[in-house]
């Protein structure tokens, strides 16, 4: 069993993440317009103007910026897994993961993931390979693109992974009564400033909340919350409640992703022959599970 | 039968099913210029529907009445959800149309070798226990065969796409809008890659790029990556959608497959629901529904049936 630990700092990970937005999401563009050195030490000045000026309007609320009710666009996760310039899995962060219910232990010791600690070849039964659909919040969690598209009273979310779409209904309306439990589950969402919170509630018990195993049970009130940094930015955060799997709710610290202007998603389904072929010749090429996480 | 027969039969088919077009959009016709407009005026103020009625009675009006593309409001406007009109044959039983196999051409040896070798859960050619419809593995249905089924989808129209929601297996597809070319040498999908443009007031989405796994209907027609799949999008009146499917695949079928239009309701206030086909819900709902007894449906055609 892994320990499992208690992450207090969470809010200064989140600092972290804004710091080096701020100094990365600032520069690099920056820099990348002006070829030539020369150049840029003759325009170092107004520089130093142009910074002073940004400072002064980093302390102005962002919901003034263009972009930040505009959440459109191709996103792909920042590479900033375990493996430097590989994007890791940890939207969903189980170091941050707090202690397990009976039920939710129960689960967690039945699933026999692919990838991690607890991985024993040949007795994987990830309910991904046999193609049953990945739902929020691993969904979000997993390192592929995914697109939104923003409509009138609706917010669409298209995922390479599995080829799955999703829509959070931003037309007001509550979240439903008693749903029933689906596997991408009913989803609501608002703009509180600039950030965009989406609530979703009456998921199934089938899936996993991660690749790890981690349970979801039909209890699960997931709390997504979407902030557009700068223009090739997003931030998102995931808050699992689920008191039937955990005893506390989960908060993961923040994750990045990237804009990525021509990208279209591409067809990728899930075709169960595929998968088993796939199985056998990449996940488990002499009978041995990929190195895990941690 | 030989083939010169088929031929006739087949032309006999298309001129009675052009028929029944015209009968369809005249009626539309007519429906969609009086009910929605009388509500409308309702609301008016006496001097606009004063004026409005200077116009109504004015000598332009025959020229209006006459059906000019792009006239109705939502003639370039097919968002929306849109469910299948039950068509049934004469005798009670619903009918998958959109995808005629009365209307199919010869097949080609290779598309005879695959309808063959296809035992589907439906229609004359069941054989109870073997059959192997790719959606039995949960495999997506894709277009043509996402367009027949009995289940509703929805349209939704953004600058330079139109995105279609499938409720059969939670599909979605997106059609480009924006005048890009088909692609040269597309990579084969089971959706394949769609453009799409508006002639006249009709939706007009070509498509290339298929594989050849699944059927292109319930009955086990065949479809190899050579399809050229055409689908023409008429919103006829407010509330009905007219979509008619051409088949162009020369590795199947020695010649098109033109089939006769179907139509399908605007159901507003609808929303497309979740439904996944996952392998175990779905060898449980093959045991239990379609064969209840092991013996399997009735051999006369039948809808291909919600999971």
Redesign the interface.
Known sequence: MQEVKEVKDIGKVQDKNFRRLRRGGFSVPLFSHFPSFHLLRSLSVSILVFSATLHSQTTQPAASAPLSHDLSGVWMQYPDGDIPGIPGMNAVDDRTRPPLTPWGKEKFDAARPLVGPRAVPGEENNPAL????DGPPKLLNLPNPFEI?Q?PGRM?M?FELE???REIWMDGRPLPKDPDP???GYSVGRWEGDTFIVETIGFNDKLWDDSFGNPRSDQTQLTERYRRLNENTLELQIIIDDPKAYTKPWVSPPKLHKLERGW??A?W?C???EEAAYDKVVRKPAGVAPAGKK | MTEVEEVKEVQEIKEAEEGKQEHILRRARRSGFSVPLLPKLLLFPLPLLLLLSFFYFSPNLPAQTTPSTGASPWSHDLGGVWMPFPDKRENGEPVISGIEEKTRPPLTPWGQARFDAAIPFLGPRIQPGKENNPSL????EAVPKSLILPNPFEI?Q?PGRV?M?FEEF???R?IWTDGRALPKNPDP???GYSVGKWEGDTLVVETIGFNDKPWVDAYGNPRSEQMHLTERYRRVDHDTLELSIVIDDPKAYTKTWISSPRRFKFEPGWEIG?Y?C???EEQDYAGRIRKPAGGGPSAAPQPDLKK
Do not use: M
């Open positions: 046999r193609c049953d659909p598209v409509i669409l298209f080829h799955i779409w689906t596997y991408l279209e998603i067809e389904f075709v169960l022959d | 593995l949960c495999e997506p939704v953004i995105f929601f939670h599909l979605w997106t999908t089971y959706l979740e996944f996952t392998v175990d």
